[in-house]
């Protein structure tokens, strides 16, 4: 099984900072990289798929990048509404594991 | 718009069989697959399979033995089927489709496994 190994496990920021969120796979993905905002109580959203392109609807502030083994997740001018659990999941190679989760809290 | 909801019920005995239903809305199934995936309480995402717009399946190998998927394409339904459930299967329960990596999420359904 591929595993992804998510960084860190939490992050306290202030508004308007830039927080970058790290995912490191276990083997070449091939930017089968999806990263996902789950707010407290709701499900997960899609934020970034094959590892940069950006979902309909998310706020342009958020970005992705990577490949091979490395990824990374970017929010620029950090708002209030993006305190959330982010989790990486690689879907390359059945099972289609996620990352442990990043908690993003308001300094 | 596209929707999935899952249904099926709360409670569950130790040892029985969990059967849930995925409902979905504004796709095909013969057009996009589903996904099912379980998170339990304050912790982090498990896929647990995949019935894909072919009708083939593909399953966690930690669950495999005890996990079925199927669909009903008039119904525009997804079936998940475990079996053997023990206390740590206790969850919410997601169905994903999979279209953009899972583009679409139902509200998810928590199982609890108690007698």
């Known amino acids: 099984d591929i595993q992804m190994t998510q960084s860190p496990a939490s992050l306290s920021a202030s508004l308007g900072e830039t927080v970058t969120i790290e995912c490191l796979a276990s083997e070449d993905i091939y930017s089968n990289l999806a990263w996902y905002q789950q707010k407290p109580g709701k499900s997960p959203q899609l934020l970034i798929y094959y590892a940069n392109s950006l979902n309909d609807g998310v706020p342009s502030r958020f970005s992705g990048s990577g490949s091979g083994t490395q990824y990374s997740l970017k929010i620029n001018s950090l708002q209030s509404e993006d305190v959330s659990i982010y989790f990486c999941?690689?879907?390359?190679?059945?099972?289609?594991?996620f990352g442990a989760g990043t908690k993003l809290e308001l300094k | 718009q596209v929707q999935l909801k899952e249904s099926g019920p709360g409670l569950v005995q130790p040892s029985e069989t969990l059967s849930l239903t995925c409902t979905v809305s504004?796709?095909?199934?013969?057009?996009?697959?589903v996904n099912w995936v379980r998170q339990p309480p304050g912790k982090g995402l498990e896929w647990m399979g995949t019935i894909w717009n072919d009708g083939s399946t593909d399953y966690n190998s930690a669950l495999k033995s005890r996990l079925s998927i199927s669909r009903d394409t008039s119904k525009s339904q997804v079936f998940l089927k475990m079996n053997s459930l023990q206390t740590e299967d206790t969850a919410i329960y997601l169905c994903?489709?999979?279209?953009?990596?899972?583009?679409?999420w139902g509200q998810g359904v928590m199982v609890t496994v108690s007698s």
């Open positions: 504004g796709f095909s199934l013969t057009s996009y697959g």
């Open positions: 994903a489709r999979a279209g953009y990596a899972f583009d679409y």
């Open positions: 999941q690689q879907n390359y190679d059945s099972p289609y594991t």
